[in-house]
């Protein structure tokens, strides 16, 4: 571990502030992240193990104008979704982040996800153009000035997406260490049709999903939300 770091308790601490204090960001300030701190980043997630070390991981930087871009079209056609939701067709995910049939206890848990996060903004369960509005942050990177779309060759097995998680959780805590915060996102997965082209993926990569990063702006109120575990005995059965 870290020499500098005098004692073992320090060293605990250290690791577990950074795990502990992630969260989801979903306001960001305009400070710009340096791109030298982005590299290093990257550099520092991809020793994130994968079977065979096949390192599955390709990474896409948005930042200035290809950002803003990027958010433009998105955000045109989620509003266009939402006049004409038959176009629904235009925007699949290529695969199942969700469940097609959601079961107890995650359907309970998706529940009490949404409605903490709506119930904190002041979203009820009527208001539609609320419930856009938010959905749609999502598209702005929350106001993140920088954005990562995560894609994955098509050929790979679903153990790739095991490594692949590995990987986004030691950029999303390595980003805690710089000060920075982050925001996963499953949302833009729908738009690997406009995403892919405009980030110069292949045809053979499929959208895994983005993730906003950059400072938090800790003086909203979204980011005051604060999400529960369940107990360690509820998940963890152990045998003598
Ligand atoms: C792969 C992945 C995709 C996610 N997609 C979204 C998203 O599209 N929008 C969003 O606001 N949060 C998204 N989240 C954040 C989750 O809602 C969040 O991780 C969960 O509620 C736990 O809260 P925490 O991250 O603050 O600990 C995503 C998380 C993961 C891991």
Known sequence: MNPTIDSMADQIAVVESAITSRMSARAFTQQEVPRSVLQHMLEVASRAP?????QPWKVYVLQGASRDALVAKVCAAHDALRANPALVADYQEEYDYYPEKWVSPYIDRRRENGWSLYGLLGIGKGDKDKMHAQHQRN??????????????????????????????????VLARAHGLHTCPQAAWNGFGGIIKPHIGASADEMMLCGMALGYANMSDPVNVFHTPRVDVNEFTKWLD
């Open 50 to 54: 994968s079977g065979t070390n096949t």
């Open 139 to 172: 598209f702005r990177f929350f106001d993140a000035p920088v954005g990562l779309m995560f894609t994955i060759d098509r050929v790979m097995g679903r153990g790739s997406l095991v490594d692949y998680g590995m990987f986004l959780q030691n950029l999303m």
